[in-house]
């Protein structure tokens, strides 16, 4: 049985802004409703890697992934013509993202739109049924409040642009059947739209996450990146220093600091370079924080099969640390 | 801006049975929300002639026709191995149909589902954006007591089986590339989910209608089917006897009676044996009760180029009534 109107869902319709406060109430309201995750960025920014291990580990029963990319108003041919890149809300259908994405938060089930990356055609759709937790992840999952109020947590992925423009084009030429020049040409023509539309979202994540070496040393080559984790306090965050001792510095640290928009921050670091045993011990001290009967997850921190970062493993803890508070 | 849930839509789902009742409710309230009206019945009943006329006639910027035999779940390819034909609600996506009729009801764009019916693929889904009417035909359009909640008016076409299967024979020979044996034996391996899901919506339409050849006369051929159309007292109907004189006997005469289920219903009879000036006449009657500025549709009646049928045209004339003064 599904049931999306009511007389209240009618008068949202007719006062402007209500909508998004009318859906945090539902949210809030008692009644078992999946945990929705956020993960938004850029093209390339590495939000597939993150939900990817952060999926795994929570299990194919429990989470249900969603790309929102594939609600594209236009397949890859008819963009030819148009003046906008995919990363412009009037390419893609944002009323019916924001609407499936109600449907989610709210345990409905929906039959989602499907572009096929590898030759650019929209096809036939899919049926996705929420689960006990939900992880967005796209291009413009924050664009509006109406889609933000549907989240539990919020993540954008924030690499600096250089490592970006990389990734895409190791990407893009590996998999999706294009050649370095184009995708830097791509990457150009759609500068002007990203500024305007993606990383406007930063603003709104609760969690900002940035992969990057760090600056003042001089790791050698093969040195997994180091990520830095802004904890905006628009949510409660697990408290971290009382999970590790001081021998974990190494590994990680915290900082209170400001945001670049001003706004006060807590900064945690998770070092790339440090010893790899020290961030396992760490991992697991998160771990037992969590209180769960089985062993830390191995899909945690693998970035394709045979490679790990620890960072990486660090941060999906610490979202999957949210995701299981989120339930209680 | 699309709104779907609430914290009374909330409540809604965890009360089996409400649903079809806030439905109700919600398009019972105050606001601008379109008529619905469904078109049900069996495979080549004539839904489409029905519904496209209608649909003329009210102008393509105020009328949207959908059809949800496109909710299919599964393509031709994969139903081969299948034990239930499309008929099954199994075979089709009904929770995402409600879903998608109750959006509509509310007056909320749908991403629609494509089935491609001359190939049996399912292809890219379209943007549906409910206008001032929504003509809803299919299948199973009545299945649930949810789906029944989204309408104002509801249809269940229901031609004798004899007069269906030569209709569905020279459609799909014609359009859906089959042989006559092959439709033969699909209408009989279809027969008793036909039974079991399509016919018994018949006892939940408002009107239930029927063209067919009057049985007692021996009209020649080139005579246009006559209709019976069954009115329930479920909506109210418009007082034909009081828009026409007795010389309009012979294209039109309503009679009390029962239903075959022994409910109360009158009976309206349209004479495909008339003469078709008369015919107009109470064409031309009932739409100028409808006091409306333009002149009648050349649409309504017409089965294909040049060819046209009174009853089908008055048909569409009662239920384009209907349909405006659902507006009010």
Known sequence: MVAVASASAMEMMEEPGVPDKLMRMSRASSGQRPVMLAIAGDSAAGKTTLSHGLAQALGEDRATSVCVDDYHRYDRQERKGLSFTPLHPDCNYIAIMEQHLQLLATGQPILKPVYDHSDGSLTRP?????????????????????????????????????????????????????????????????????????????????????????????????????????????????????????????????????????????????????????????????????QRDEPLPESLGELEPGVRSEPVALTQLLLLAHLLAAVN
């Open 126 to 290: 899919e049926l996705i049924e929420p689960r006990e937790f939900v992880i967005i992840e796209g291009l413009l999952p924050l664009h509006s409040k109406l889609s933000r109020a549907c989240f539990d947590v919020t993540v954008y992925l924030d690499p600096p642009e250089e490592i970006r423009r990389e990734w895409k084009i190791s990407r893009d030429t590996g998999k999706r059947g294009y050649d370095a020049e184009q995708v830097l040409a791509e990457l150009d023509r759609r500068e002007p739209e990203s500024e305007a539309f993606i990383r406007p979202q930063r603003a709104h994540a609760d969690i900002v996450v940035r992969f990057a070496p760090v600056p003042e040393r001089n790791d050698p080559p093969g040195t997994p990146l180091s990520a830095e984790l802004l904890l905006r306090p628009t949510i409660p965050h697990i408290d971290i220093a009382a999970q590790i001792g001081d021998d974990d510095l190494r590994a990680v640290h915290c900082k209170l600091g400001r945001d670049s928009d001003g706004r006060p921050v807590d900064a945690l670091h998770v070092h790339g370079h440090a010893p790899k045993e020290e961030s396992r011990l760490v991992e697991k001290a998160i771990w037992s924080g969590l």
